[in-house]
């Protein structure tokens, strides 16, 4: 473990403004798409058994 | 017909296709959160702190595995838009269709991370090095090719033009690269390369392969999903090669 | 009567294309125009100033003329798709690509030569002289056409669709920029008085490759829009 406590690991060197947006936005894109495929798997298959 | 013989041109129809690729996706997305998740603990927890870049230089860890993803994807599009127009075959154009959005996220990504790297790094939001211009052309190429077939209603032409500019695409991409290298030599002074990047410690290389296999069953995964997607969509819509009768989807045996 | 051979149907081509320019010659006038009062709109924005009207010429010149090809394109092929005759063109037995060429060249010789020619004059009025004013001329001419070529390949993807013509800019503009970059480098180059030639090669290299590959990648593209 080479952080001395969490204050330091989200302040990441004084960087943490640059390395946690990039982390986040990446988790928010990959996580978003996933949902957004479900949300369309849903929405097709669901009125296709309507049909 | 032996109990073994696995007659594999059967899952070519998207009516078999639909619940392999359901039995695999799960599979595919359970590897890539391990192996997100081991990436980033070696990332954040093993790999040190960079002399000269501190620890601005982590962005890497997803950075370089978007940029990745991104230019590989656009080559496996196209290669699916190809056998699509070469063969004739409609579950090729759909995979084609199926990767571009996760294509165009990862290129999003890439320049977004890239740009949050710069600034520190470099001091600026933005800087024009070849790298970062070429995945910015890459997202135009990306959004075109999706724009173009949603802008045709025409199921198979929309699928025919989309490969089509996939594949000038496709040969457009190292001629961009080729370009913008000798652009940035031209105006030489004012550009800097996002991607000299120092000499990385092993365990900084080690956590950013892993990452980039992960977001690489990441990508199959939301692939296959997606093309789940799509296939049950063109059900409901008169397409060509249609049989008939639409049979229910079947479980393959 | 015999079968026509591929040159005559070249120039059978050609020779309507033009001959219909003839008849609306403003089409010619009009890229010359927006040629002119676009140039015209930079130093109206950034200032005067000779050094900066200078080292903006080669980039802004070069995007001016690529803009007028770019919106030049929807004149491509859209009226003979919307009388019939593209139709009838597919069924000519003659290699599609070659017609295309010929349409292309008609197209370029009415849009895109005049801008060449024009360019001389456009670039004093940047403050370019000389060497450099040949370098933008022989850029242009060589650039151009290539131009023309690879956007013809988005004019047909895009044929009959509705708003096609911002769809074709978003398609084919990032395939120009490989021509954008020699071009322009080649005149920035002269400027800065280092060598053009390897610019202007690697432009001419650009217009061959586009000739080899882009009437084929068109006519394929026709084939899809039209069937």
Sequence with gaps: MQWGSLAEFFAMGGYGLYVWPSFGVTALCMGGEVIAVWRRHAAAAGSRDES | MSATDINWFKYSSPQAFYPLAGRMIPWFAAIALGLIGVGLYIGFFVAPTDVTQGDAYR???????????????????????????????????????AIAPTGAMFTFLALFTGSMW?????????????????ELILLFQYIGIILLRSSIDDLRRADRASAVLALVGVINVPIIYFSVRWWNTLHQGASVSITAAPTMAGTMVTAMLVMMFGFWMYSIAVTLARMRCVIVERERQPSWGKPASMPDVVEAR | MSQPSMSEALRGVVRRDLLLAMRHRSDVAMSVFFV???ASLFPLGVGPEPAVLRMIASGVLWVTALLACLLSLGRLFTADYLDGVLEQTLLIPQPLAVLVVGKVFSHWVISGLPVVLLSPLLGLQF???????????LSLLLGTPTLSMIGAVGAALTLGLRGSGLLVALLVLPLFIP???????????????????ANLSLLGACFLLSLASAPWATAVALRIALE
């Design chain 2, 59 to 97: 962005i890497i860890f997803v950075h370089v595995p978007a940029a990745w993803m991104s230019m590989f994807l656009y080559v496996i599009m196209a290669i699916w838009a190809g056998l699509g127009l070469g063969l004739n075959a409609r579950p090729s154009f759909m995979m084609a269709q």
């Design chain 2, 118 to 134: 710069g600034k520190p790094t470099w001091g600026a939001w933005w800087v024009w090095d070849a790298r970062l211009t070429s």
């Design chain 3, 36 to 38: 002119v009062i676009v």
């Design chain 3, 127 to 137: 403050g370019l002289s000389g060497d450099s004013l040949w370098v933008l001329t």
């Design chain 3, 179 to 197: 021509v954008l970059i020699f071009g322009a480098g080649a005149v920035t180059n002269s400027l800065a008085g280092i060598g053009s030639e």
